[in-house]
C-alpha cells in the first residue's frame, strides 16, 4: 500500500480494533524514509506466551534498526568497506566488473533468532541496510539459520530475503562474487567456508562480514584450535580486514566483527593451494574478547592487526609437594 508522498506502507498487523496497522518501508524511489518510528508504533505487538516478539513488532523493530544503521557509524563503515572489497577484486581480476557494477549474492549464515534475540534483530537490520544500498547489484539475499521458527521465516521473507531449509555448515561452494553474512558465527563454519572454496578465484570472489579473523588466530592456544583456524593461518598474508564501530544501542551485535576481503594480487602470491586446510574439529568454542585495535589514518578501511601482545598464554601450572 502507498502512504503519502510515495511512500510504501507494510500491513504488519492489526490492532485491538480490527485496523491494520500500517509501518513505512520506503518510498517510490527505493530510499528509506528518514522518519522514525512512533513512540508508541509497537504497543499493539505484544509479546507471544513463549516471549519471543510476533512477526510485526519484530519486523517494525528491524526495519526501525535499519534507518538507524544506515544513518550511523556502523552502516557507513560496513558499505565502505564493502565496496572497498569489490574495487581490489576488479584490480586484480582481468574481466572483471567494476566494483559499481558488479552483481553478487549475499548468504546469511547464523543469524540466531530474529523474534527471539534484540541482537539478531540489529545484525538483520544491518544486512538490509547493505542490500539497500547495493540494490542495484544485490542478485538475492539467502539466510539460513537451523533454530529458524516459522514465525522468524515469515519475517525474513517478508523482508525480502530467501530462507534456505539445507544445513551445509558453511560448506558452500561460491560461484561467483558472494558477501557471506556471518556475525559472530561459529568458528566452524568459516574453518568449512574456506575448505570449500580453497582456491584463489573462489577466495577472490568472496567477501566475509564476520568474526575477525586475525583475532580467532591470534587467540588460538592449543590443538584444537591451531587446526580450526588452519585456513585463517594460512591466507592470513592475503586477508584484508576493516573492524566495524561499535553499535551503542547493543554492543554485543558488532562486537569483533570485521569486513574480510581476499584481493586477487595478494592470493596470486601465496604457495598454499596444493594441500587443503584441517577439517576442522567439532568442537565448542568461545569467542575471545576482541582486543582494542589501531587502524592506520592514512588507510582507515585498510588491514587491522590486533596486537600481539593482547594474546594470553596460558599460565604453567606450580605443583606443590606436601611437606611431611
Known amino acids: 500500500m502507498s502512504g503519502a508522498d510515495g511512500e510504501f506502507l507494510l500491513v504488519v498487523g492489526h490492532n485491538r480494533r480490527g485496523q491494520p496497522r500500517y509501518v513505512p518501508t520506503g518510498t517510490t524511489d527505493g530510499a528509506r524514509s528518514a522518519r522514525p518510528l512512533e513512540p508508541n508504533a509497537y504497543e499493539d505487538f505484544p509479546l507471544s506466551k513463549s516471549g519471543q516478539l510476533n512477526v510485526g513488532k519484530t519486523t517494525a523493530a528491524v526495519l526501525d534498526l535499519k534507518a538507524s544503521l544506515l544513518s550511523g557509524e ?42 527471539a534475540s534484540h ?40 523482508l525480502g530475503c530467501r530462507v534456505q531449509d ?61 587446526r580450526a583456524t588452519d585456513a585463517m593461518r594460512r591466507i592470513s598474508d592475503a586477508t584484508r580486514q576493516s ?34 586446510p584441517s577439517d576442522p574439529p567439532p568442537d565448542a568454542e568461545t569467542i575471545p574478547a576482541a582486543p582494542v585495535a589501531h587502524s592506520d589514518p592514512a588507510n582507515p578501511a585498510g588491514t587491522i592487526m590486533p596486537s600481539a601482545s593482547a594474546a594470553r598464554k596460558p599460565k604453567k601450572k606450580t605443583r606443590v609437594r606436601n611437606k611431611h
Open 119 to 158: 541482537t539478531s534483530r540489529v545484525q538483520l537490520a544491518l544486512l538490509l541496510a547493505i542490500t539497500s544500498q547495493f540494490k542495484a547489484n544485490v542478485k538475492a539475499v539467502d539466510v539460513y539459520d537451523p533454530i529458524f521458527t516459522t514465525e522468524d521465516a515469515n519475517v525474513l521473507r517478508g
Open 243 to 276: 573492524l566495524l564501530p561499535r553499535f551503542p544501542p547493543e554492543p554485543n551485535a558488532f562486537g569483533d566483527t570485521a569486513v574480510m576481503w581476499f584481493p586477487p594480487l595478494l592470493l596470486c602470491r601465496l604457495a598454499v593451494w596444493c594441500q587443503a
Open 74 to 115: 556502523v552502516g557507513k563503515a560496513a558499505i565502505d568497506a564493502v565496496s572497498q572489497a569489490w574495487q581490489e577484486r576488479a584490480k586484480g581480476t582481468e574481466g572483471a566488473e567494476e566494483s559499481g557494477s558488479v552483481s553478487f549474492q549475499i548468504v546469511c549464515l547464523g543469524l540466531g533468532s530474529p523474534t
Open 166 to 226: 539445507s544445513n551445509n555448515e558453511g560448506r558452500l561452494d561460491i560461484d561467483g562474487p558472494t558477501l557471506m553474512y556471518m556475525p559472530h558465527a561459529p568458528r566452524r563454519l568459516y574453518a568449512n567456508l574456506l575448505r570449500a572454496n580453497w582456491t584463489a578465484a573462489r577466495l577472490g570472489d568472496m567477501v566475509i562480514i564476520g568474526n575477525s579473523f586475525a583475532n580467532y588466530v591470534l587467540h588460538a592456544i592449543g590443538k584444537d584450535a591451531v
